[in-house]
Nanobody, 127 residues
Framework: VQLQASGGGLVQPGGSLRLSCAASGFTFKYPAIGWIRQAPGKEREWVSCISSAHDNTYYADSVKGRFTIPRDNAKNTAYLQMNGLKPEDTAVYYC?????????????????????WGQGTQVTVSS
């Protein structure tokens, strides 16, 4: 199981970025997918997740209304579309997957309880 996050970079406040999470080694349509971030000197913080059944989505209050988390099972990829970026969004962003093969999930972990993690991608919001 491999998860590859990409798309990070430097962006000005108010700008947008789209992170991608490319998956391999498992059937992507089954697990729930989450995004977690870690700012310098801080604990990891859950950001958002999407279920595998009905694509139910959940967001941390700090990003609600600014971020969305679509997934494209045909491309084995999930995304984190980030709009209205703020300096406090600066962090390393990780994608993660949770679940067992062959089972759909109607919810997703709102926290750090994920089975598989990818490497992070740096997002820096600064003028």
């Amino acid at each position: 199981v491999q998860l590859q996050a990409s798309g990070g970079g430097l962006v000005q406040p108010g700008g947008s970025l789209r992170l991608s999470c490319a998956a391999s080694g498992f059937t992507f349509k089954y697990p729930a997918i989450g995004w977690i971030r870690q700012a310098p000197g801080k604990e990891r913080e859950w950001v958002s997740c999407i279920s595998s059944a009905h694509d139910n989505t959940y967001y941390a209050d700090s990003v609600k209304g600014r971020f969305t988390i679509p997934r494209d099972n045909a491309k084995n990829t999930a995304y984190l579309q980030m709009n209205g970026l703020k300096p406090e969004d600066t962090a390393v962003y990780y994608c993660a997957a949770n679940g067992v093969p062959g089972r759909y999930y109607y919810d997703c972990p709102i926290g750090l309880e994920y089975d598989y993690w990818g490497q992070g991608t740096q997002v820096t919001v600064s003028s």
